[in-house]
């Protein structure tokens, strides 16, 4: 669970970088993104189509994404209030604010 009260004390100026479970990632954010961002690599594993337990397919990773970091920032925290949230349900809730979600693509780590 994400808490966003935690998120709130660790924020770094006016926003926080932090991993899919709402722990604080050493990642540098690019100054150019917005309020709600996912930071993104391209997929290098292989990458299959799976039902009932058979391989269907190959998937393209040149359309896949793999998110590395989520970046909010203060307003944002700030409008959510102190709560816990499931990654799902921040990405709703962050929406429900009228904030869209902002992808930057950086480096592999």
């Known amino acids: 669970m994400i808490s966003t009260e935690r998120l709130i004390e660790r924020l770094d100026g006016h926003r926080v970088v932090f991993d899919k479970s709402g722990a604080p990632v050493d990642l540098e954010a690019p100054d150019d993104v917005g309020p709600a961002t996912f930071l993104v690599t391209g997929v290098t594993d292989a990458l299959k189509l799976v039902a009932d337990g058979m391989v269907e397919g190959s998937v393209d990773r040149s359309r896949m994404w793999a998110v590395e970091a989520i970046i ?24 429900q604010l009228g904030f869209a979600w902002q992808i930057s693509q950086i480096s592999a780590p």
């Open 72 to 95: 909010l920032d203060r307003v944002v925290l700030e409008r959510l209030g102190p709560r816990r949230l499931s990654l799902e349900d921040l990405l709703i809730e962050v929406r």
